[in-house]
């Protein structure tokens, strides 16, 4: 049985090592506790957020450019609708196409948001620009093309009642020439009918989003179309001016009064 000193110097050695060990020694290896963040080589601990975008200053400007394509083709969109000029089947097309166009746009916007570079956000720019030069194209056109129409149906008006007067001539009179430049007027009629249908199909045939060429084609056969067209009714405004005078001359005097 151990003597009462060395159970006493025992326990005096237990207690020592108890006070000089650092708490934390006690510690489990796998304690799941907050720690705070360790600097590591004598530097701070570093707290890693969201990178700056470096395209911030483009990325605004492409923004800004396709808010303005947007809002050019909203205000060609409200103009064609109030128009007093085009008719419900023309405000129809030309709505369809419109709405194409800023769902284009919208994407476009949506694509600026995520592009990664300048050469990308210039595209969409480029982009946008298209599309809204390609309502202003279409409207214009429509436009073009319904007044067209009109000076068509006001030549037709003006046949028939070219036509009224001259079946009231004499029996025997000779009306060719009053005929010959009314069919001629006729075939111009309908020529101008089909450019000016020709202009249409091909402006409102131009893509959301057209490319440069796209645009370049639809512009060349738009204005060669609508060209033919004046020219045609050039040509039946003259005819209709040839056989009224023709009229004119082989009406009786009793007659005209």
């Given at each position: 049985?151990?003597?009462a000193?060395?159970?006493?110097?025992?326990?005096?050695?237990?207690?020592?090592?108890?006070?000089?060990?650092?708490?934390?020694?006690?510690?489990?290896?796998?304690?799941?506790?907050?720690?705070?963040?360790?600097?590591?080589?004598?530097?701070?601990?570093?707290?890693?957020?969201?990178?700056?975008?470096?395209?911030?200053?483009?990325?605004?400007?492409?923004?800004?450019?396709?808010?303005?394509?947007?809002?050019?083709?909203?205000?060609?969109?409200?103009?064609?609708?109030?128009?007093?000029?085009?008719?419900?089947?023309?405000?129809?097309?030309?709505?369809?196409f419109d709405?194409?166009?800023?769902?284009?746009?919208?994407?476009?916007?949506?694509?600026?948001?995520?592009?990664?570079?300048?050469?990308?956000?210039?595209?969409?720019?480029?982009?946008?620009?298209?599309?809204?030069q390609?309502?202003?194209?279409?409207?214009?056109?429509?436009?073009?093309?319904?007044?067209?129409?009109?000076?068509?149906?006001?030549?037709?008006?003006?046949?028939?009642?070219?036509?009224?007067?001259?079946?009231?001539l004499?029996?025997?009179?000779?009306?060719?020439s009053?005929?010959?430049?009314?069919?001629?007027?006729?075939?111009?009629?309908?020529?101008?009918?089909?450019?000016l249908?020709?202009?249409?199909?091909d402006?409102?045939?131009?893509?959301?989003?057209?490319?440069?060429?796209?645009?370049?084609?639809?512009?060349?056969?738009?204005e060669?179309?609508?060209?033919?067209?004046?020219?045609?009714?050039?040509?039946?405004a003259?005819?209709?001016?040839?056989?009224?005078?023709?009229?004119?001359?082989?009406?009786?005097?009793?007659a005209a009064?």
């Amino acid at each position: 049985m151990p003597s009462a000193r060395l159970l006493s110097l025992a326990l005096a050695g237990a207690t020592s090592l108890a006070l000089a060990t650092p708490a934390a020694a006690f510690a489990s290896p796998t304690s799941t506790g907050h720690r705070p963040a360790v600097a590591h080589a004598g530097k701070p601990a570093r707290h890693h957020g969201k990178p700056a975008d470096r395209l911030a200053g483009p990325r605004k400007g492409a923004l800004h450019a396709l808010a303005a394509s947007t809002a050019a083709v909203q205000r060609v969109a409200a103009s064609e609708q109030t128009s007093t000029l085009l008719g419900s089947a023309d405000k129809a097309a030309l709505a369809a196409f419109d709405a194409a166009a800023l769902s284009a746009l919208s994407g476009d916007v949506t694509a600026a948001g995520s592009a990664i570079s300048p050469q990308a956000l210039a595209a969409l720019i480029q982009a946008g620009n298209r599309t809204a030069q390609a309502v202003k194209l279409a409207g214009n056109v429509t436009s073009a093309t319904a007044t067209g129409t009109a000076a068509i149906t006001g030549l037709g008006a003006d046949v028939a009642a070219l036509k009224t007067q001259e079946a009231s001539l004499p029996a025997a009179t000779d009306t060719s020439s009053i005929d010959t430049p009314l069919a001629d007027l006729a075939a111009q009629l309908s020529a101008a009918q089909t450019a000016l249908s020709n202009a249409s199909t091909d402006a409102l045939a131009l893509p959301a989003a057209p490319s440069a060429a796209d645009l370049r084609t639809a512009r060349d056969a738009t204005e060669t179309a609508l060209s033919a067209a004046q020219t045609a009714l050039t040509t039946a405004a003259a005819d209709l001016a040839t056989a009224k005078a023709a009229l004119a001359v082989l009406t009786p005097p009793a007659a005209a009064a």
